[in-house]
């Protein structure tokens, strides 16, 4: 399988002190992976980093290549067509991708209008607007028609999150990027929204990056992960060995809270 994103040696600091340490791994297309760590580990500074979005403030080195292209270093113009069509990205609160003041559908048409640019192609109002309800669709809105006219405000916070999803999928990005994108929901609408994403990145072949400092949570979307901790990339490998059979003590600490978090729901009464 080809090599979707190939991070090298990254590291990110301040002028006061270092944030990120020297990690690399790789993502191949269509490969679900899972980041996870404590909170202040590093884990969305090196989203950020993939993405191109690190503060000025930063020195970043090492190297990042993504759908081919050269990340670190590159000029904002050469980014900016890379952010969308190799890769999209969903955040922990879905007000950061949407805006408050226009109604969900015109958000979701915009994205359809200017990937279809990039495409070369110009869909008329009505073409565009049958495929803004079929995204509204695929991420399960109820209602697609009401929700496309809604404002965000006026809709629940686990359909921002779907309509953010569908804003992302508008892209058809080659990986997508999910930064703790269920952590502000209610438990049942946070396992929605993992079935959700993980069945449209299979359905669509995405790779995932995916975010979390929840081991359950991580297993349930990704077939391999990464666990960061103090900046540093401590363990790696597929999701089964890794939880099964963790080699780090802080892996195995890890595993260990799920399990007894596990038993002590078994036995509530
Ligand atoms: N803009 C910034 N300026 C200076 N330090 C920062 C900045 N953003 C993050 N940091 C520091 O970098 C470290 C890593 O932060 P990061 O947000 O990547 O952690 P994380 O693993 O994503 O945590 P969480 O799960 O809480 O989001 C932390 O110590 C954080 O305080």
Do not use: N
């Not at 980041?35 to 969305?44: A, R």
């Not at 991708?97 to 109002?125: N, S, Y």
């Not at 952590?183 to 049942?188: E, G, I, N, P």
């Not at 993980?198 to 359950?216: A, K, N, Q």
């Amino acid at each position: 399988m080809s090599t979707l994103l190939s991070v090298e040696d990254l590291q990110i600091r301040t002028a006061a002190r270092p944030l990120v340490s020297g990690i690399s791994f790789s993502i191949a297309a269509g490969e679900r992976v899972g980041l996870i760590g404590e909170s202040g580990s590093g884990k969305s500074l090196t989203a950020l980093a993939v993405l191109g979005l690190l503060p000025d403030t930063m020195r970043v080195t090492g190297s990042i290549t993504l759908d081919g292209h050269p990340v670190i270093g590159a000029r904002d113009r050469d980014l900016v067509p890379l952010r969308g069509r190799s890769v999209a990205a969903v955040f922990q609160e879905p007000m950061t991708a949407l805006d408050p003041l226009m109604r969900i559908g015109d958000q979701v048409a915009e994205v359809v209008r200017r990937r279809a640019l990039r495409d070369g192609t110009k869909p008329g109002r009505a073409e565009i607007a049958s495929r803004v309800l079929a995204l509204l669709e695929r991420v399960a809105l109820p209602e697609p028609a009401r929700i496309a006219r809604a404002f965000p405000h006026e809709i629940s916070g686990g359909q921002r999150q779907r309509g953010a999803i569908a804003m992302a999928l508008a892209c058809r990005p080659k990986l997508l990027i999910a930064d703790e994108p269920t952590t502000a929901l209610d438990v049942t609408t946070q396992a929605e929204i993992l079935k959700l994403l993980e069945t449209v990145v299979r359905d669509e072949g995405m790779g995932l990056l995916f975010i979390s400092h929840d081991l359950p949570v991580v297993a349930t979307v990704a077939e391999r992960a990464l666990v960061m901790r103090h900046g540093a990339l401590i363990e790696e490998g597929p999701v089964g060995t890794l939880f099964g059979r963790p080699s780090h003590p802080y892996t195995e600490g890890l595993v260990a809270a799920a399990r007894a978090f596990d038993a002590a729901l078994e036995f509530a009464p």
